[in-house]
């Protein structure tokens, strides 16, 4: 629980509650904590949100790899939905490194629920994504295709031993006209043995 001292008024807004004297370490002093941990998320991407777009950049470069800070990160990009250069250096600086970094990009890309913003990101070559033994869930799956198909560029898929299950393919596979499968180049799911039926139909 993160436990903050705030003024009394924030109470009334009904994202803060009042810490019990009981759980106190003294006496006769205040603290308050959010409801709920997403809701802190949230007001922390909304103070970065307002910061300059370099603060903002530096803010995305420092805190990857802090999972407390993944959330953050995401609701910032649905708040800026990446208006400015700085903001669109700081996703490209982690397409670069590939791998688990180069999916996290993916999240904050498919925040800003911008389809041009994906083709301009992603610009005009041939992806080549290597994930092996990484776990990926039916969401990670879902932005994966989203992101796939509105960068509009062929893709080389390195999906072995990804735990990959029926539903992650069926969620990459999900937009049909025009959808990820059009773009995919290669994939090697060596290793999903949780594919099962319902993946080998979304293939077939």
């Known amino acids: 629980m993160c436990v903050l001292i705030t003024a009394v008024p924030m109470l009334y807004t009904g994202l803060l509650q009042e810490v019990p004297e009981l759980y106190l370490e003294s006496s006769g002093s205040s ?22 777009p370099g603060d903002r950049a530096e803010f995305v470069r420092t805190s990857f790899g802090e999972s407390n800070m993944r959330m953050v990160v ?16 700081g996703v490209l600086a982690f397409q670069k490194e590939g791998g688990k970094r180069l999916v996290e990009s993916l999240h904050w890309l498919f925040e ?14 041939e992806w080549t994504l290597e994930l092996g033994g990484v776990t990926l869930d039916p969401f990670d799956c879902y932005v994966l295709g989203y992101c796939i198909a509105n960068s509009r560029q062929p893709w080389n898929l390195d999906l072995r031993d990804c735990s990959i299950s029926g539903q992650c393919m069926k969620m990459l596979m999900m937009v049909e006209k025009g959808g990820a499968l059009d773009y995919i ?20």
């Open 74 to 89: 995401r609701f910032m990009a649905g708040l800026t939905k990446f208006q400015s250069q700085d903001d669109m250096e």
């Open 185 to 204: 180049k290669t994939m090697d799911l060596v290793g999903n043995t949780e594919l099962g039926y319902e993946g080998a139909i979304v293939l077939g």
């Open 112 to 125: 800003a629920h911008d389809p041009g913003l994906v083709h301009k990101c992603m610009g005009d070559r």
């Open 31 to 52: 603290s308050y904590h959010f409801l709920h941990k997403t809701v802190q998320e949230f007001m922390a991407a909304l103070h970065v949100s307002s910061l300059p």
